[in-house]
């Protein structure tokens, strides 16, 4: 099984129907679900304090046993190739893949630690929304590219 947890809800009708349709495509292929979690519901500005709120949420979500892949703008940039090998291995491995994608702010080094590996999924820039869209295709993109398939090309 492969798990996003994500901070935030997708509120454009737009960025949910794409994902959607990547869900959709990869349902008869394997187990894919998303798990959103509330932004921190902190009233102060004490960016400190909210993510740490938001990784709490985050680690609750994560099993000892999971594979963990955090979206960090610090990780390793890999090709989609590279990635694909990457994550085909583990699932051959008969591990839940868990990917983490953060707050606006950020998370926590707990979070950033216990990651497996940090991925950095471009050097642009990208709304949170946007960031689960495209994740949700490079998971698809994974599976055609492990399957040989003419998706990727």
């Not at 990869?26 to 509330?38: C, G, Y």
């Not at 630690?113 to 949700?136: D, E, G, Y």
Request: hydrophobic letters at 40%.
């Amino acid at each position: 099984m492969i798990e996003i947890v994500a901070i935030g809800r997708i509120k454009e009708k737009a960025m949910t129907s794409l994902i959607d349709e990547y869900l959709k495509r990869l349902k008869p292929i394997h187990q894919v679900v998303i798990t959103e979690l509330n932004n921190s519901n902190r009233k102060d500005t004490e960016v400190s304090g909210i993510i740490e709120d938001e990784s709490k949420k985050i680690l609750e979500k994560i099993d000892s046993r999971d594979y963990v892949v955090l979206l960090d703008l610090r990780g390793k940039d890999l090709s989609s190739e590279d990635m694909s090998s990457k994550i085909m291995g583990e699932i051959d491995a008969s591990k839940k893949i868990v990917f983490v994608i953060g707050g606006s702010h950020g998370v926590s080094e707990e979070v950033r630690n216990r990651a497996n590996f940090r991925w950095k999924i471009s050097n642009l820039t990208f709304p949170h929304q946007l960031v689960r869209v495209m994740l949700c295709e490079q998971v698809y993109r994974m599976f055609m590219i492990a399957r040989n398939h003419p998706y990727h090309k």
